[in-house]
């Protein structure tokens, strides 16, 4: 999807299942956009939820016609130093309880990890330090030991099939691993990076992107070479001179990659005043033609801004959306055709935004969270005013920064770590 272009629908990523929601953001790119349906709601019609207690829920995907698939994760064991473990549930798609579960996968170190269904139909998982293949029945295939002790964050499938996955750090080096789907073995030699790397991969058709703890860097695959290959000519160091942290995943709409800066925070219930860094975090955009064509925008100002997600970017209206999550400010902002000129359009304040968010392009409707009084609300937004149209307590007390995904109808389910609701409106 090309900003500016008018396209009002996702361009799908070939590497994945043909569903409207095969991996987490909806695809590598990221763009957190819903192909093919809108919620619609109505005046009069408000938002109801169903929920259910979880482990530790990341992420639901979806694969063939009805079939949602649920990623969890232990976690007290890392506390005492113990390996961790993931599993995937086929759930109902209305009363969210469990049709069939996977065995406990190993992991190791913990960190949410992430979960895809790919082209040839298989789920494909990376938690731990392990990356896993299951059939669409839950049923383990096969299990690949990753190279280094260390928490692997997710996983994204190139065009050409191949998965791409990196270890998380923010003082080791970044390595990315390339896996054969079918053998899910190594398929190529593991990819130095210049720098550590906190936020997950992005990636559009075979470029690899990545935001290190002080740049933006990319790779491509090579036929030829049957390897990642970075690319020397774009680069961009964001941090500069500044006294910013890390940024966090990368948006790419085809045109530029966006992303937002300190990244470094004191999460544990939730993001606010969770910040660390005493500067304001800023919304990042670069180039993909040229990495010397960027802007910084701040998101509200204030010290102590800080995030743990991407922002989101509507191509179809040139609208771009970012927040601070420490401050509890959302602001989105109007675009020019060449992307370099922005108005702020609208603003809200002490509003709890720290998750990934979900677009329904042709109806304009934005799902974002807001944390307050103490619980998760998710409340769903006109992305071009700001209005709200409607708002429902999913109840869990942790505010949420994983993965929603849509549904199979008007409704959408929303992770929050300790709960997991489905969320429609009647």
């Not at 307590?393 to 409704?411: A, E, K, L, M, N």
């Amino acid at each position: 999807m090309l900003a500016g272009t008018g396209e009002a629908q996702p361009m799908r990523a070939h590497g994945y299942f043909d569903s409207p929601w095969p991996c987490e953001d909806g695809g590598p790119a990221r763009m957190q956009s819903v192909r093919g349906t809108s919620l619609g709601l109505t005046t009069g019609e408000q938002l109801h939820c169903v929920t259910r207690n979880t482990l530790l829920s990341t992420m639901t995907v979806l694969g063939a016609p009805g079939e949602v698939y649920l990623l969890t994760h232990s976690a007290l064991r890392a506390r005492i130093g113990l390996p961790t473990t993931a599993c995937v549930e086929r759930i109902d798609p209305l009363t969210l309880q469990t049709i069939e579960r996977s065995p406990r996968l190993a992991g190791g170190p913990m960190w949410p990890g992430g979960m895809a269904i790919h082209r040839n139909g298989d789920l494909y998982l990376v938690y731990g330090r392990y990356a896993h293949r299951l059939n669409r029945a839950c049923e383990p295939l096969a299990a690949l030991q990753l190279p280094l002790d260390a928490p692997y964050n997710s996983l994204v499938v190139l065009d050409n099939g191949l998965i791409v996955t990196k270890n998380l750090s923010d003082t080791v080096p970044a390595r990315l691993t390339v896996i054969d789907p079918d053998r899910l073995q190594r398929a190529a030699p593991d990819a130095d990076c210049p720098e550590p790397s906190v936020a997950r991969l992005s990636a559009r058709g075979n470029t690899v992107y990545l935001v290190g703890v002080r740049s933006i860097f990319r790779y491509h695959w090579s036929d030829t070479q049957q390897r990642l290959v970075p690319d020397s000519d774009w680069r961009l160091d964001y941090i500069g001179d500044s006294a910013q942290s890390y940024g966090w995943d990368a948006v790419i709409d085809g045109e530029n990659a966006w992303f937002m800066d300190n990244g470094r925070h004191r999460y544990v219930l939730s993001m606010a005043a969770a910040g660390v860094s005493t500067t304001a975090n800023r919304l990042i955009r670069v180039s993909l033609v040229d990495a010397r064509s960027h802007q910084a925008l701040a998101v509200c100002g204030l010290p102590g801004g800080s995030i743990t997600n991407p922002p989101l970017v509507d191509p179809l209206r040139r609208i771009v959306v970012g927040y601070d999550s420490a401050n509890r400010h959302l602001q989105a902002w109007r675009f020019d055709s060449d992307a370099r000129t922005f108005a702020p359009l609208w603003h809200k304040s002490r509003f709890g935004c720290a998750s990934h968010m979900l677009l329904y392009p042709q109806s304009g409707e934005l799902v974002v969270n807001d944390y307050r009084r103490a619980g998760e609300e998710v409340v769903v937004l006109d992305i071009a005013s700001g209005a709200e149209r409607g708002r429902v307590r999913s109840g869990g007390i942790t505010q949420g920064v994983v993965f929603p995904s849509p549904g199979w109808g008007r409704d959408f389910y929303w992770s929050s770590m300790g709960r997991l609701a489905r969320i429609y409106p009647q």
